[in-house]
């Protein structure tokens, strides 16, 4: 990357430069922080200032589709140790999580949970350690964790406002992009309407889509009544189903019996952080074909069944030009702030396991937000 496009990156995301400008004027030489999560412009933002206060920076990707290769690059380029690519194979995304856990860590920076687990069992003790997913959150609960982790998932700033409206903001686009379809008509089912779910919804119905939501809290379906969607169990909602989008946080939501009983020429979509919500490896037990980037048929018995980006995050496609750094900035100035807080020693009194992301923390990164001053 040229220095042009690392000062729009900077002038895109002004709370984490803020915040990040006083990370690169610390001293953590000696300090290693390991980060698993998805490579994108703002990564840069979040790890050049820990690079410049003198800490071994290691990074591995939380998923295999969701590497922009010219961010990875660039911070192979200012050192820090980058195990990562873009269209990484399952094995090799599996050695990366090893290589990243294989070696102590004061701060950990997760989506996923899985290096935080993987961590734990080989006996590292880190610090503390952030975690930014439902997904992740899923996979930890009953796991003894001996050391703090903080989760920043559950904060009302990221609840309300990335998970709400951006998350839905950037599907759509994403969605056009590489189907070069609208939704005008389409009969468009969402599984799992938590706040990520009511945003793709809300969105969709915008964009002219008949929306159906499955859920299985009757509290949400009653929402969705209220939002304007069709509410249905899922074996009815996906035989008639233009588009499917999973948006739960949970594994094997389309399982074998559901993708069986697809409509021809369905459309399924994942929005949620684990690229399996999806049994994309039953998938590809059958005849496929790739159509264009990012879109894949497959012959299931005489039916053509499309996928969207190998089930993984449609939002952070690579490639498209449709992601808004601006968006996370609040979220990547979290991180930022969690690692730093990390590494200062603030969090040593935290008990082990699973805590909430500091109320202060979060405080100072919503007013910059609703200031515009970090």
Not at 138 to 143: C, E, K, T, V, Y
Not at 185 to 211: I, K, M, N, S, Y
Not at 343 to 352: I, K, V, W, Y
Request: hydrophobic share 45%; charged share 20%; aromatic share 6%.
């Amino acid at each position: 990357m040229d220095a042009a496009e690392l000062e729009w990156i900077e002038w895109t995301m002004p709370i984490t430069t803020s915040f990040g400008a006083a990370v690169a004027a610390s001293d953590f030489n000696g300090r290693t922080v390991a980060c698993r999560q998805h490579i994108l412009d703002d990564t840069i933002a979040i790890l050049a200032p820990f690079v410049e206060a003198g800490a071994r920076v290691r990074l591995a990707p939380c998923n295999p589709d969701s590497t922009d290769e010219r961010a990875a690059a660039h911070l192979a380029s200012i050192g820090v140790e980058v195990r990562a690519h873009a269209g990484m194979t399952t094995e090799e995304f599996e050695d990366s999580l090893g290589w990243l856990a294989s070696e102590p860590a004061d701060a950990l920076c997760d989506m996923g949970g899985d290096l935080i687990a993987a961590t734990a069992a080989v006996g590292h003790r880190p610090a503390g350690a952030l975690e930014a997913t439902t997904t992740g959150l899923h996979r930890l609960d009953g796991l003894e964790v001996p050391f703090p982790v903080l989760d920043w998932n559950g904060i009302a700033l990221k609840d309300l406002i990335h998970n709400r409206h951006h998350v839905g903001f950037e599907t759509w686009p994403a969605f056009t992009a590489i189907t070069g379809l609208a939704l005008y008509g389409r009969e468009v089912v969402v599984v799992g309407f938590g706040p990520v779910g009511q945003g793709v919804a809300d969105r969709a119905r915008d964009l002219g889509a008949v929306v159906t939501v499955v859920d299985l809290d009757p509290v949400r379906l009653v929402q969705a009544q209220h939002d304007g969607c069709r509410v249905a169990e899922l074996a009815t909602a996906l035989r008639s189903a233009s588009v499917i989008v999973t948006a739960t946080g949970f594994d094997g939501v389309l399982g074998e019996r559901e993708l069986s009983e697809l409509a021809d020429g369905a459309i399924l979509v994942n929005v949620g952080h684990s690229d399996r919500e999806i049994d994309v490896d039953w998938l590809d037990r059958h005849p496929s074909t790739s159509i264009r980037r990012h879109l894949d048929r497959y012959d299931l018995d005489g039916r053509r069944v499309y996928l969207l980006n190998r089930g993984s995050l449609v939002n952070l496609a690579p490639g498209l030009g449709i992601v808004a750094p601006q968006l996370f900035d609040p979220f990547a100035a979290i991180m930022v702030l969690g690692l730093d807080a990390i590494l200062r020693g603030q969090t040593a009194d935290f008990p082990n396991g699973v805590q909430r992301y500091p109320r202060s923390l979060e405080a100072r990164v919503a007013q910059a937000l609703a200031t515009g001053s970090a």
